[in-house]
């Protein structure tokens, strides 16, 4: 499966990012397929699941993910997290601060899922 697409899960419509065991050059990568990907979509249309964990980030990182998340939020609707943990978290807090927007944390990617499928 790729890193950063679309995938479908019980008739819904996705855009995984999956950002698990990169480094920050791959984790970059991903995200600018999402900014390309998302951003061609209806408003409030999409819905985002992030797996983190495992890899490496910087502050280039930092600010590209700030930078996804605020040029995203007119094209999502829902966004769920997993593997946030230790320093991920403080990052996510600080994406979260910056875009006012907010994200469902999930402990697996399958519990994710079922929520942006739901209605």
């Known amino acids: 499966m790729e890193r950063s697409c679309f995938i479908e899960h019980k008739g819904r419509e996705i855009y995984l990012l999956d950002c698990s065991d990169c480094s920050p050059d791959e984790i970059v990568e991903v995200i600018d397929e999402c900014a390309r990907q998302v951003r061609t979509r209806p408003e409030q249309s999409v819905r985002t699941l992030t797996v983190a964990g495992g890899g490496s980030f910087d502050s280039n990182v930092i600010g590209k993910l ?54």
């Not at 700030?66 to 939020?73: C, F, H, M, V």
């Open 66 to 119: 700030k930078d996804l998340t605020q040029g995203n939020a007119p094209y999502v609707d829902k966004a769920a997290v997993v593997g946030i943990t230790g320093l991920y978290k403080v990052v996510l807090n600080t994406v979260k601060m910056f875009s006012k927007r907010e994200f469902h944390l999930f402990d697996t990617v399958e519990e994710a899922k079922d929520f942006l499928a739901a209605d």
